[in-house]
C-alpha cells in the first residue's frame, strides 16, 4: 500500500457531478467483516482471501475508532506525529475491510457497472474479487471505479485496506477528531448504454428581465433532451441554452427550485435547479442584483456517536434548527460535506461556502517550510482535490463560492486551484482566506480581525482607492469583505457579536460572517457505570493534543442551543423592533435581502407587574428589503402608566405562515420597551439585623438562614474566552492569568469595624488580595425593616493600585441547602452577560434548579442573569428574596463554588456541595472571545471603581 506520496488516489474516474438517476444502484452499507493490524509492515499482504468468519464486525459507514477498535484523537494546529512529509508515522494503524455480497440483477442486466466511495479517511486501497481497482486521497471526496467485467453473478468480494494516516494527512489537518474509516456510502451503479454520464446546469437568472437561462453542459451517449415540466419546456440538446424563462428566483429566503429533466435513450436524470446569479459590483456581493448579509456558521459534520457518518433526520433537524435561529449562511468547514447535505441547503435555502478537503494548518509550526500549498510536487493533489470538489456539488444553487481550503498558507498550488475554479464556473465566487494579497480571489475574507480594523475596512469601500497604493491592496479594496470566522463560539460566550453586526451593517462593503462554530465536538462515551459523559481531546490517551478547543460551538455535540445561539439568533434577525411607549411607536426594520414583511406577523403584549394587560395583533406594514416603517401603537400600548408598577410593552414578529424549516408563529424576533418602578422599602422595625459583629456576615433573614457572606468578590470562575490571549493589544496576558497573578481568587477579608446602634449595624471590612497592598473598603448598613426584611446600604471604595481590571464586582453569599430554582424580574430567561445579552428580554422569569448554570463541557462561569430589580432564590431550605432599591444587579445561582468549577476539567467531574451559592454582581466584564478572537471590548471591562446600591433582603420557609 503506497501511502507516503504527494499525489492524487491511483485509477479513480474523473470527477462528475451527483445526479438523481433512474439507472439502478445498490447500496454496500451494512456489517461488514474487519481487522485492525497497529502498522502496515504488520498487516499481512496476502489478506484479501482471508478466511474473515473470524473477524470482527464493523458498520459500514463508520469509523473503526468509535465502533471498540483503538481510539480517536483530536488535534487542532499540531500534528499527532512528526511533520515529515510526506511520510505518515510508522505507528499508523490499518484498518481492513471485507465484504461478500451478492451483486442485483438489475445492475448486471446493464453492460456497465461502477462502484462509488463517498468517503474513507485517510486513504484507501480497493480491490474487488482480486482484481485492485485503485486509491483514494481526499477523505472528504467521491471516488468513483469502473467494475465493469468484474462484478459477476454469484458473491462478490470487496476488500478495502484504510490507513489512518497517510501522505493525505498532512492535507487534511482541519482542527477535529482523527476518525479513520469508511465513513461515507459505499454505492454499486449501473452504467446504461446511452446513458448519462455527467451534466452542468447553470441556472442565471436576469433582475433587470425578471426572467431566466438554464445553460446545460451534457456528457451522453447520443442525443437527449431537457425537459423542465413546470414551466411547460421540452427541448432537445441543442441548442444547450433555455432563455427567456418565466421563473421565481432562487435565494436562502425564497428557496424556489425547478425540477429539471434530462433523457437520453437509456437514461433519465433530475436536478433540482434554482435560477440565482452571483456577481460582485461596488465592493458588494449581490444575488440577482441585491446585495446579501451573510448571517453565517461554520458547520463541520458530526454527532456525538456516530462522528462524521451522515445521518439524514440529524442534518435535517439541525439545519432545521438553524434557520429557526435567523442562520442563512454555511461555510463547510473544511470539506464538502456528504453530498445529501447540499440538497437540503438548496431546499431549506442557505448562502453557502463549499470548501476543498484541504488545509495544512500544521506547517505554521515550521514557519511554512515544505507547505504543499507552494510545492510543486504536490500540486496534482491539490488540483484533484478542487476538482472532485467543483464536480459532485456544481448544481446546486445554494452555493454561491467555492472556497480553495482553510489555513494553507499561500503559494503557487494555490493559484492554480483558484484560476481553474473561476475558468471552469465563472457563476460563483472564489474565496480562499489565507491569502491576503486577494490575487484571484473575489472577496477580501479573514478570521478574528478586530473591532477597530472591521471598521477600517468597512470605510475603504465608502470611497475609491487612494493614489499610490500596491496593485494587491488597490484590488483588495474593491472587493467585498466577509469574515469568514468572526467570534468563537467557545464556553461562555462568545462576547462582541451585537458590536460586529452594527458594523456589518452600517457599511456596505461588509457581507457578514461566519461564527466558529456550530456544534461542540464532543464524542459521547457510556462508562462502565452506565453514565453518559462528553469527551474531549486528551481523553483517549492522546500523547498529542489540544484538549477541549474542540468544544466551541453554538450548540451542544447533541444540538442542544447553548446562550450564545439565542444572542447570535437576536443579533442577525431579519427584523429588527424598537419600542417607544413615551411616543407610542415602533420602528420595525426589515432587513431581508429579497423579501418584504407580507410573511411577517406583529403581536404586541403589554404585561403590568406580571399580568398581560394588552394582546393586539398589529397590522404588519409592507416594508421593502432593507426598508424600515414607524407604526402608531394602539392606545391599550400607551403612557400613562402607575409610577409603582413594572410595565413592559413587547412586540414580536412571528412568521405568518408554515414553512420545511418552522410552523407558522414561530418567534423571529421582539423589541421591547420596559418601565420598571423602584420598589418602596419598609419601615425600619427599630430591631437590630441579625448581622454578627465578629465575622461581619449575614446570619439569617428572617426564617432562612445563611452559611457564609455576604462577602466581596472581584474574580470568576475563568471561562475559556478569560484564558484566551489577547493577541491584538499590548499585553496578550490572558485575563485568568492576570487574575490569578493578581490573587484575585485568593482574596482575604478583614473586619475593621462592625458595630450595632439603635437597631442598625454597621460594618467595614476590607478585602485584599495576597502580596499586594491593594483593597477594596466596603462599608455595609444592616437595617431591620418591618415584615422581616433586611435592608442593605452598600458602599464600595478600591484602595491602591490593582494590577488589572476585576472579573466581576460582587457579593456573594451561600445558603446551606441545595438550589430548587429562582424567579426573578429582568432580562433572561437566558443567562447573558454585558456583551452578550441581545436575546435576553425584561420579563417576569422562572428558573428549574437544572436551568439555573450552563452545563458547559468544561466547567467555566455560566449562569448570569442580567437587570435584575427582583428575585426569589428558591433552595430545599427556603427562599431568599433580593430587590434593588437603587440600579439592577446580575444574579447568579449555581449549585457549585467557583473554586469546584476552576478546579474540574469536565462537566461529569462536578461534585455540588449541597449548598446554593449566590452572586449578586453590580459590575461584570464581558466575555468576548479571546479563546479565538478579540477580548472583551474596552467599554466591557471593570476598571476599579467606587459603587453605592441599596438592596432589600426577605426569607421566607
Not at 500500500?1 to 447500496?27: F, K, N
Not at 462478490?156 to 485496506?161: E, G
Not at 489512518?164 to 459505499?186: C, K, T
Not at 424580574?825 to 439555573?852: K, Q
Amino acid at each position: 500500500m503506497q501511502i507516503s506520496r504527494p499525489a492524487p488516489g491511483v485509477g479513480a474516474l474523473a470527477p462528475r457531478a451527483r445526479l438523481t438517476t433512474d439507472a439502478p444502484q445498490q447500496s454496500l452499507a451494512g456489517s461488514w467483516r474487519f481487522r485492525l493490524s497497529p502498522t502496515l509492515h504488520e498487516a499481512p499482504e496476502n489478506w484479501r482471501d482471508d478466511d474473515v468468519a473470524s473477524w470482527d464486525e464493523i458498520q459500514v459507514p463508520g469509523h473503526w475508532v468509535l465502533q471498540g477498535h483503538g481510539a480517536p484523537a483530536y488535534s487542532n494546529v499540531q500534528m499527532p506525529f512528526p511533520v515529515d512529509p510526506p511520510h505518515p508515522p510508522m505507528a499508523n494503524p490499518i484498518g481492513d475491510h471485507v465484504l461478500d455480497f451478492v451483486a442485483d440483477d438489475a445492475l448486471l442486466a446493464h453492460a456497465e457497472q461502477i462502484i462509488r466511495f463517498d468517503g474513507i479517511e485517510s486513504a484507501g486501497e480497493i480491490w474487488l474479487n482480486g482484481e485492485w481497482l485503485g486509491s483514494t486521497r481526499g477523505s472528504r471526496l467521491t471516488h468513483e471505479f469502473d467494475v465493469t467485467g468484474i462484478l459477476h453473478a454469484g458473491e462478490n468480494r470487496l476488500a478495502v485496506r484504510v490507513a489512518q494516516f497517510s501522505d493525505a494527512s498532512y492535507l487534511e489537518n482541519q482542527d477535529m477528531w482523527w476518525l479513520p474509516g469508511i465513513f461515507r456510502d459505499v454505492t454499486l451503479l449501473a452504467r446504461p448504454a446511452g446513458g448519462i454520464r455527467d451534466v452542468f446546469a447553470t441556472a442565471d437568472f436576469d433582475p433587470e428581465a425578471g426572467s431566466g437561462s438554464l445553460n446545460l453542459a451534457v456528457e451522453a451517449e447520443g442525443e437527449w433532451r431537457v425537459e423542465i415540466p413546470e414551466l411547460g419546456v421540452s427541448s432537445s440538446g441543442e441548442p444547450a441554452k433555455l432563455t427567456g424563462l418565466a421563473v421565481e428566483p432562487w435565494t436562502a429566503e425564497t428557496p424556489r427550485l425547478y425540477d429539471v429533466v434530462v433523457r437520453a435513450a437509456g437514461e433519465t436524470v433530475t436536478l433540482r435547479t434554482g435560477f440565482r446569479r452571483v456577481e460582485v459590483k461596488n465592493t458588494e456581493i449581490l444575488v440577482n442584483g441585491s446585495p446579501i448579509m451573510l448571517r453565517g456558521v461554520n458547520r463541520h459534520e458530526h454527532h456525538p456517536e456516530k462522528g462524521r457518518v451522515f445521518d439524514a433526520e440529524w442534518v435535517r433537524a439541525e439545519l432545521e434548527l438553524m434557520k429557526r435561529h435567523n442562520i442563512n449562511a454555511v461555510r463547510t468547514s473544511h470539506y464538502p460535506p456528504h453530498p445529501d447535505t447540499l440538497a437540503l441547503f438548496d431546499e431549506l435555502g442557505f448562502w453557502v461556502i463549499d470548501e476543498c478537503d484541504y488545509e495544512s494548518h500544521e506547517f505554521v509550526m515550521v514557519d511554512w517550510r515544505g507547505n504543499p500549498s507552494a510545492d510543486p510536487a504536490w500540486r496534482d493533489a491539490l488540483m484533484d482535490r478542487i476538482r472532485r470538489t467543483v464536480h459532485r456539488d456544481k448544481n446546486h444553487p445554494a452555493v454561491i463560492m467555492w472556497s480553495m481550503g482553510n489555513e494553507a498558507g499561500v503559494g503557487q498550488n494555490l493559484d492554480a486551484m483558484m484560476l481553474w475554479t473561476k475558468q471552469f464556473d465563472p457563476s460563483r465566487l472564489v474565496h480562499y482566506e489565507g491569502d491576503w494579497s486577494c490575487r484571484n480571489a473575489d472577496v477580501y475574507s479573514r478570521m478574528y480581525a478586530g473591532h477597530e480594523e472591521v471598521e477600517q475596512i468597512g470605510r475603504e469601500g465608502l470611497s475609491p482607492a487612494a493614489a499610490g497604493l500596491d496593485a494587491a491592496h488597490a484590488r483588495r479594496v474593491t472587493l467585498p469583505f466577509i469574515q469568514c470566522e468572526f467570534v468563537h463560539a467557545m464556553g461562555t460566550g462568545p462576547g462582541g457579536m451585537q458590536e460586529y453586526w452594527d458594523l456589518f451593517e452600517q457599511y456596505p462593503r461588509l457581507a457578514g460572517g461566519f461564527v466558529w462554530e456550530w456544534v461542540e465536538q464532543g464524542i459521547a462515551v457510556t462508562g462502565e457505570d452506565g453514565e453518559r459523559r462528553i469527551m474531549i481531546g486528551g481523553d483517549f490517551g492522546e500523547a498529542v493534543h489540544d484538549g477541549n478547543f474542540v468544544i466551541d460551538g453554538l450548540v451542544s455535540p447533541d444540538r442542544e442551543p447553548r446562550p450564545g445561539l439565542l444572542h447570535y439568533a437576536a443579533t442577525i434577525a431579519q427584523v429588527q423592533i424598537r419600542v417607544d411607549t413615551s411616543r407610542a411607536t415602533a420602528v420595525v426594520e426589515n432587513r431581508f435581502d429579497h423579501i418584504d414583511l407580507s410573511g411577517v406577523d406583529l403581536i404586541a403584549e403589554r404585561v403590568v407587574d406580571g399580568e398581560t394587560v394588552a394582546r393586539i395583533a398589529l397590522e404588519t406594514p409592507r416594508v421593502a428589503p432593507r426598508g424600515s416603517a414607524t407604526i402608531e401603537l394602539p392606545p391599550e400600548l400607551r403612557d400613562p402608566r402607575d409610577a409603582r408598577a413594572a410595565d413592559i410593552v413587547t412586540v414580536r414578529a412571528l412568521t405568518a405562515r408554515d414553512s420545511a424549516w418552522a410552523p407558522a408563529g414561530h418567534e423571529i424576533s421582539s423589541g421591547q420597551d420596559a418601565h420598571l418602578a423602584a420598589p418602596v422599602a419598609p419601615a425600619a422595625s427599630g430591631d437590630a439585623a441579625d448581622v454578627s459583629t465578629g465575622s461581619g456576615q449575614l446570619r439569617s433573614v428572617g426564617p432562612l438562614a445563611i452559611d457564609a457572606g455576604p462577602s466581596l468578590g472581584v474574580w470568576r470562575a475563568p471561562t475559556d474566552n478569560d484564558w484566551g490571549r489577547l493577541h491584538a493589544e499590548e499585553d496578550p496576558t490572558p485575563y485568568a492569568e492576570r487574575w490569578r497573578r493578581g490573587g484575585y481568587d485568593r482574596a482575604v477579608t478583614r473586619i475593621v469595624s462592625a458595630a450595632e446602634a439603635d437597631g442598625v449595624v454597621r460594618v467595614h471590612s476590607r478585602t485584599g488580595v495576597p502580596i499586594l497592598d491593594c483593597a477594596i473598603d466596603a462599608r455595609m448598613t444592616w437595617t431591620a425593616l418591618e415584615g422581616g426584611a433586611v435592608r442593605l446600604d452598600l458602599e464600595i471604595e478600591p484602595d491602591g493600585e490593582w494590577p488589572t481590571e476585576w472579573a466581576r464586582l460582587g457579593l456573594d453569599l451561600v445558603i446551606g441547602a441545595a438550589p430548587r430554582g429562582a424567579s426573578y424580574l429582568g432580562d433572561g430567561p437566558m443567562s447573558a452577560y454585558p456583551d452578550m445579552r441581545a436575546a435576553a428580554r425584561t420579563g417576569w422569569w422562572s428558573l428549574a434548579d437544572d436551568e439555573l448554570v450552563v452545563d458547559s463541557v468544561t466547567p467555566q462561569e455560566s449562569g448570569a442573569r442580567q437587570g435584575v430589580v427582583d428575585a426569589s432564590v428558591e433552595t430545599a431550605a427556603g427562599t431568599l428574596r433580593i430587590r434593588a432599591l437603587d440600579a439592577p444587579f446580575a444574579l447568579t445561582v449555581s449549585p457549585y463554588s467557583r473554586d469546584e468549577l476552576a478546579r474540574k476539567t469536565h462537566n461529569w467531574e462536578l461534585e455540588a456541595d449541597g449548598r446554593t451559592h449566590v452572586s449578586i454582581d453590580l459590575l461584570q466584564s464581558g466575555v468576548g472571545t479571546a479563546s479565538c478572537g478579540p477580548g472583551a471590548l474596552p467599554r466591557y471591562r471593570v476598571a476599579p471603581r467606587a459603587v453605592r446600591t441599596s438592596l432589600l433582603f426577605e426569607g421566607r420557609d
